[in-house]
């Protein structure tokens, strides 16, 4: 009897391992000592035929999943304990944070920057448990079936968009009951019944409630849903995978799109898609002002990937023979639905030194060229799919971790036609008057001044104000004014336009001499130079790269008390800015590009804020170094007179 019963239950189980996928049964045999746990979910869903089939596709796709963990990530824990103290004394935490900065650099004083390479690797198929996914996997179910925003989804987005327990490789924790309960007045009183309308309300609350932090963007680990309720503050990529887990939990099916490096900028983004009724998606940023604008961004895309959960069955290149970033079976290419694309196919008309089956095609990052995608060289052509127009490329080699020239640079114009851009022996003459381009956000500090009046007064309150100079243009750099009266005035000021927030990096009143006049700083509103690092001290200090940033009740104004009344002859001012502008007495380095490296065409110490040089090699791509300080550089070409940025 008990040797027929011990056949019966082979054979059941030979059956049920039958009728699973041969990919979960590969999935099952990779959990090692965890596959109990496992198959202990499989067995809760069993008799649901369509709750079986949602997990077997986790299974499935979870050998491609994985968390990071170990000591890398504990060291720097305590910026989270740090943040939560800040928000519980209610402390602001700007974009710009100098008790955040302070905090950071001192654990990296310590520990060292830290390295996702450094860092554990936990597989999901080792250590994701029963108890996690049971629940999670019915309270998916039901948030499907019972929200409006979702219930007509398809079970493959519902997949994708619903289901999936992580979003990237942060630690898996249970998710719905903290989120729902954040979230659930607005889900549970809203009138909207479009996703649209919804997700526009629910993206307002998750503003409300966490922002962008420049330093956290140096914390290189996905964070979990705690950890972002700690610190309430990130990166983009921080961002976004909180607000798709929330919204997700609401009822909401949303994604990330990213671009890992802009064609013309050497960061990339993240930010959330929804997809909508008709089958389309929505781009937003991630507690974005507006909801929205990803199609208005100022940067040109090259490439643009949609993370998913499930793996993509290209085919992907051996160890080795492209650089390990690039291969990620865990996304999509979506580059068409946000620009122009072009399939671009090119002759690699330079001979590696090894053979290679892959080429890489590249676009500028500061001091060198990165590359965007790779593609199986046949014949000495390489061809790129869907690759965004209006950029400047060069493809490459690549082995050992190094990057060698295939071909000269070239740009892939607005048409989708190809340029190639090739030294010419004729010099010509340069104007230049930046080494960066004025991205668009930077320009939008610079305007702030326009409008703003300078005035002077012989009473602090100013009631017997007159004009100095009104600022009509949008200043770019270090501009000077001559006053437009020459009374003696006591105290000085920089009023800006009703309703608009200073940014103003320095201001200076100079008397016949050309020298600043001395005073006591003044100003409205007063800005806590500790917590946000943009006190009303900056615009006094010297010092371009700080400045002050400030508006209550509509109204923001910066100046001085000088003592006594002194005539102003000259005012010397500048926004906030990147000062990527020419900088008087800074050295500066023009470099061409010569078919294998940077070459040195010229170097010059301003004398003024414009350089001129003479007999340059023409036709090519170029780069400007301030050797005196700062970091930023982009490539241009020089046409008509002018730098044209890439």
């Known amino acids: 009897m008990k040797h027929c019963l011990s056949l019966s239950l082979v054979f059941c189980l030979l059956y049920s391992c039958a009728r699973r996928p041969e990919s979960v049964n590969q999935a099952l045999d990779l959990a090692g000592a965890n596959r109990a746990e496992l198959e202990k979910v499989i067995r809760h869903f069993e008799k649901d035929p369509q709750q079986l089939k949602a997990v077997y596709f986790l299974l499935a796709n979870m050998r491609y999943h994985f968390t990071y963990g170990g000591e890398e990530l504990q060291q720097y824990g305590y910026i989270f304990n740090v943040l939560d103290s800040l928000h519980t004394n209610k402390i602001k935490v700007p974009v710009t944070s100098p008790i955040v900065r302070g905090a950071w650099d001192s654990l990296v004083r310590l520990h060292g920057m830290p390295d996702p390479a450094d860092a554990q690797q936990l597989p999901d198929l080792l250590s994701i448990k029963a108890d996690l996914l049971i629940p999670h996997i019915t309270e998916c179910f039901r948030v499907w079936k019972e929200n409006p925003w979702c219930r007509n989804l398809s079970f493959t987005e519902f997949c994708e968009l619903l289901l999936p327990y992580r979003i990237a490789h942060e630690q898996p924790e249970p998710v719905h009951a903290r989120l729902q309960k954040r979230f659930g007045p607005l889900r549970d009183t809203t009138k909207a019944t479009r996703r649209f309308d919804f997700g526009a309300q629910f993206n307002q609350q998750v503003r409300a409630f966490i922002g962008l932090n420049h330093t956290m963007r140096l914390y290189p680990f996905d964070m979990s849903i705690t950890q972002m309720e700690k610190a309430r503050r990130g990166s983009c990529a921080h961002l976004a995978q909180y607000e798709a887990m929330a919204m997700r939990a609401n009822g909401l099916p949303v994604g990330i799109d990213c671009t890992p490096m802009w064609g013309d900028l050497d960061r990339g983004h993240e930010w959330n898609v929804m997809l909508m009724e008709d089958g389309k998606y929505f781009p937003f940023d991630a507690g974005g002002a507006g909801f929205g604008g990803i199609d208005s961004c100022p940067y040109r895309f090259s490439k643009v990937f949609r993370k998913t959960f499930a793996a993509q069955t290209e085919n992907i290149p051996g160890s080795g023979d492209v650089p390990p970033f690039l291969v990620n079976r865990l996304q999509k290419d979506v580059t068409a639905d946000y620009t122009k694309v072009s399939d671009v196919s090119v002759k690699l008309t330079r001979t590696a030194a090894i053979q290679r089956k892959y080429a890489m095609i590249c676009t500028f990052k500061t ?30 080699y690549y082995y050992g971790g190094n990057y060698f020239p295939a071909t000269e640079p070239f740009i892939l114009d607005k048409e989708g036609n190809i340029r190639y851009l090739q030294l010419r022996p004729e010099g010509q003459d340069m104007l230049l008057l930046r080494k960066y381009p004025r991205l668009q956000g930077m320009f939008n500090y610079m305007k702030a001044m326009v409008g703003g009046r300078f005035e002077g007064a012989n009473r602090p309150d100013f009631s017997d104000a ?93 100046g001085l008390d000088l003592g006594r009344a002194q005539s102003v002859a000259r005012i010397r001012y500048c926004p906030r800015s990147d000062t990527n502008f020419i900088l008087d007495g800074d050295e500066y380095i023009l470099r061409y590009w010569d078919g294998e490296k940077w070459r040195e065409a010229a170097r010059q110490k301003a004398s003024g804020q414009a350089l001129h040089f003479s007999n340059i090699p023409s036709g090519g791509v170029y780069i400007l170094k301030n050797m005196s300080r700062g970091k930023e550089e982009r490539i241009f070409t020089y046409e008509n007179g002018k730098q044209i940025w890439w």
Do not use: H
């Open 367 to 396: 001091k060198t060229w990165a590359p965007q995608a790779y593609a199986p060289i046949k014949d000495s052509v390489a061809t790129f799919t869907n690759m965004g127009r209006n950029l400047l490329y060069i493809v490459m």
């Open 466 to 558: 007159e004009l100095l100079y009104m600022v009509k243009d949008v200043p770019d750099k270090v501009e000077t004014a001559d006053a437009l009266s020459r009374k003696p005035f006591r105290y000085v000021r920089f009023l800006s336009a009703r309703g608009v927030k200073a940014n103003v990096a320095e201001l200076a009143f100079l008397d016949d001499a050309g020298k600043p006049l001395k005073g006591q700083v003044k100003g409205f509103p007063e800005v806590s130079q500790a917590e946000t690092g943009t006190g009303l001290g900056n615009v006094f200090d010297g010092d371009l790269e700080t400045y002050y940033n400030g508006m209550k009740d509509s109204v923001c104004w910066m």
